[in-house]
C-alpha cells in the first residue's frame, strides 16, 4: 500500500542551524516524491520534486531507495522557513494520484 | 495564468443538508482532485477527474461525489452533512509530469 509518513509533527530549530525534516515511504514500484509547503495563511505550494533535482530556497532532498526516505533538508535557517511541510508520493505512470503525509510544522526560533 | 480558484471560501451548514464546492482550475490543466484538510487527519484523497471521468477514489464514503465539466471545471458534493464534515476542502489541477497547483479551499463548517 502506498503510504507517507512523517514522524515529527513538530520541529523547532534555531535561525541558521541545520534543518531536516524526514520523510520515509512505502511504495511498491517506482515512486515520485514531492515536498509542498504551506505559510501562514497562504495556499499549499510546491517546494519541489526528486526528478527535478532542483535546489528550491535553499531546500534540497535526496531519494534514497534503499532506506525510501526523501528527508528534507537545509543547511542554515532562516525564520521565513517557519511553515507547515508536506512530504507527498505518487507513482510514476501519470494517472497515479498524490498521497500526502501528515505534514511537519516547522519552527524557527530566533 | 490564473490560478486555481475555489468558491465559496467559507461554508456554514447544518447536519443532515447538503453542499456543493465548486473549483475552476489552471486553463489548460485537465486534471482536477479534491483533498479534505483536518488538523487530526491532515491531508486526505477524496477523488481525481481527468476530461470529465472519475480517475482514482480515495477511501471517503458515498456521500462525497464528485463530477468534472467539458471545460475543466469541477464539483464535489457532500450529501447529509455530519459534524466531522467540518474541514478545509482543497482543489488541486495538475499539468502533465508536474505536481499540483492547490486552490485557496473552501472551509465548512458544519453545525
Known amino acids: 500500500a502506498q503510504r507517507v509518513t512523517q514522524p515529527e509533527k513538530l520541529l523547532s530549530v534555531f535561525k541558521g542551524a541545520p534543518v531536516e525534516l524526514k520523510c520515509n515511504y512505502s511504495?511498491?514500484?517506482?515512486?515520485?516524491l514531492f515536498w509542498y509547503v504551506q505559510y501562514s495563511r497562504q495556499r499549499l505550494q510546491l517546494l519541489l520534486r526528486?526528478?527535478s533535482r532542483e535546489s528550491i530556497k535553499g531546500f534540497t532532498a535526496d531519494l534514497n531507495k534503499g532506506e525510501t526516505s526523501f528527508h528534507l533538508k537545509k543547511p542554515f535557517a532562516q525564520e521565513e522557513d517557519s511553515a507547515m511541510y508536506y512530504c507527498?508520493?505518487?507513482?510514476?505512470?501519470?494517472?497515479?494520484?498524490?498521497?500526502f503525509g501528515k505534514g511537519t510544522r516547522l519552527h524557527i526560533l530566533p | 495564468k490564473a490560478g486555481v480558484t475555489q468558491t465559496p471560501r467559507y461554508l456554514i451548514k447544518t447536519r443532515g443538508q447538503q453542499v456543493t464546492l465548486s473549483c475552476s482550475p489552471i486553463?489548460?490543466?485537465?486534471?482536477v482532485s479534491w483533498y479534505q484538510q483536518t488538523p487530526g487527519q491532515g491531508l486526505q484523497f477524496l477523488f481525481e477527474?481527468?476530461?470529465?471521468?472519475?480517475?482514482n477514489k480515495g477511501n471517503f464514503p458515498g456521500r462525497f461525489s464528485g463530477r468534472q465539466f467539458s471545460n475543466s471545471r469541477s464539483e464535489m458534493n457532500v450529501s447529509t452533512l455530519e459534524l466531522g464534515d467540518s474541514a478545509l476542502y482543497l482543489c488541486?489541477?495538475?499539468?502533465?509530469?508536474?505536481?499540483?497547483?492547490f486552490g485557496s479551499g473552501t472551509r465548512l463548517t458544519v453545525v
Open positions: 477527474y481527468f476530461s470529465e471521468t472519475q480517475r
Open positions: 507527498a508520493l505518487s507513482g510514476m505512470n501519470r494517472d497515479d494520484k498524490i498521497i
Open positions: 486553463s489548460g490543466h485537465r486534471s
Open positions: 526528486h526528478i
Open positions: 511504495y511498491s514500484g517506482s515512486p515520485e
Open positions: 488541486a489541477s495538475r499539468e502533465m509530469d508536474y505536481g499540483y497547483t
